[in-house]
């Protein structure tokens, strides 16, 4: 997938919010950090205003944040992704049948809820190949896989290559 790439120069209080983010960031003033978070997420937000005005905008699950019950769902898989999440168990926290959370789901995120589950653990397992000397079997548990050659599987159809490559050429 492409950046996505949004231009600020035509909105002069995008200038003000980056010029305070710096500001913050330099300073160290009590509460910089809260700070830095609140001017981050005003500029994400703009970000995505911007994106989705455009006619090509290819976020669709950003409206499926604005659906509290779709928002919950998505808290819990990437709270904890490695739980034992079920179609069920997600449909219960966002209060919807089954049926129906995994139709607006699909709408929302292009792929089935237990699609992106996976998706989501394979992306955590990466990070931790990544940033750890974690055996792979070990990597695979945290990961919420229960067996090694079904983790090593799946890795190789998202990212094209087996874990210990991966793990070699990062």
Known sequence: MPPLV???SDTPHMRAVFDALLA???S????RAQMVSALMRQCLVEFFRRICARDDC???WLNALEDERMARALRVILSAP???HSLESLAREAAMSRSAFAARFRASFDRTPMEYVREVRLREAAQMLRSSELPIDVVAGR???ASRSHFSRAFRDLFGRSPSAYRAGS
């Open 58 to 60: 290819n976020v669709p």
């Open 28 to 31: 160290g003033a009590p509460g």
């Open 6 to 8: 949004v231009d600020f």
């Open 82 to 84: 490695h739980r034992g």
């Open 24 to 26: 913050e960031q330099q």
């Open 143 to 145: 990961a919420g896989f």
